[in-house]
Each structure stands twice: as structure tokens, then as C-alpha cells.
């Protein structure tokens, strides 16, 4: 018999909707990619860096709008 898979392709794609790029983030937000960058490099918008790819949590993005504070240091040492 087959092993059963660990995830199921609804659970991946839950995952995967949750994370967004810059671009996503900016659009989503109706600013630049520079402002979203400088959001992440304050440490007013969490991130996290996959190999050089920056992601953002949708919920984190929506934290910040409803003002919640972020407990993010930003990402300086992360090349974008």
C-alpha cells in the first residue's frame, strides 16, 4: 500500500495563499514595492527571507493595517 501523503493538496494551497511577495504586498496595499521594502526594513511589516526570495505573511500584513504592533526587528541583513 501507498504511505499516505503528509499534507493534502487543500492544505497546501492554504499554506501557499498565505504567503505573498513584495509585489503581491504592494498591490495589495496600492504602493510601491519600495514602500513595502522600506516597511519590512523598519520593521513595521514582518518578512522572512527564502534564500533570497523575501515573503510576507498575509496575516501579518493585516496585522499591520489593523495596528497591530510587530514584533519584527525587519530584515537588514536579508539582499532583496
Known amino acids: ?13 492554504v499554506i501557499t495563499n498565505d504567503l505573498l511577495t513584495r509585489a503581491e504586498a504592494a498591490r495589495y496595499l496600492r504602493v510601491s514595492d ?3 521594502s522600506r516597511l519590512i526594513r523598519t520593521g513595521q511589516l514582518p518578512a522572512s527571507c527564502i534564500g533570497r526570495a523575501v515573503r510576507i ?11 497591530k504592533p ?5 530584515l537588514s541583513a536579508c539582499r532583496e
Do not use: F, Y
Open 70 to 74: 510587530s514584533i519584527s526587528a525587519g
Open 34 to 36: 519600495r514602500t513595502v
Open 57 to 67: 505573511r498575509q496575516s501579518d500584513l493585516l496585522d499591520m493595517l489593523n495596528g
Open 1 to 13: 500500500t501507498k504511505p499516505e501523503p503528509l499534507t493534502t493538496p487543500h492544505d497546501t494551497a
